[in-house]
């Protein structure tokens, strides 16, 4: 009686192992495979095509707005950090590199192009920050409050600006 106990112990304990087991995870596509898989999209039904479409809107969408929430947390941490020491740090230069580009592709997502902005090198530094928080907040909460089929004209201005804004805070530091 033991040994069937025994041996039935063993069975569950390797079935319970087998299933921890990880698989590696898969390596990026190459441009050989995602044709590939474009290529058997075409092969299926077209709703099955406009539903896959629909998702891939949905999480460039969810993309854009962790992008949106992140530059805004990005642009208050700065700005708390430059009212306790009154300049900014490497750490801030490149967190006002990475609100570019977040601002850039935001951008991007939403039809608009860059465009300069002249006045804005008149401001302070403090001027820039505090600004920047703002414009950051603004296409956080734009982003928030619109659904993805909606072209906001102020998203595209106040993306644009935020961009200008890092530019010129970018020069006040060279």
């Not at 596509?29 to 995602?34: K, N």
């Amino acid at each position: 009686m033991k040994f069937f106990l025994l041996i039935i112990f063993l069975l569950l304990i390797s079935v319970v192992a087998s299933a921890q087991s990880t698989k590696p995870s898969l390596p990026p596509l190459t441009d050989e495979e995602r044709a590939e898989q474009l290529n058997q999209e075409m092969n299926l039904p077209p709703e099955m095509r406009s539903r896959l479409a629909i998702e891939r809107a949905n999480n460039e969408h969810r993309k854009i707005i962790e992008d949106a929430q992140k530059m805004n947390d990005l642009s208050v941490e700065i700005a708390k950090r430059y009212d306790e020491r009154s300049k900014l740090s490497s750490d801030d230069m490149k967190n006002v590199g990475t609100i570019e580009k977040l601002a850039k592709r935001i951008l991007n997502f939403a039809g608009g192009s860059e465009e300069k902005i002249e006045d804005k090198k008149t401001l302070s530094l403090s001027d820039c920050i505090i600004q920047l928080s703002k414009v950051a907040e603004n296409v956080k909460k734009i982003l928030l409050t619109e659904s993805r089929h909606v072209i906001s004209a102020k998203l595209i201005a106040d993306a644009n600006e935020a961009v200008n804004l890092a530019q010129v805070i970018r020069q006040f530091q060279k």
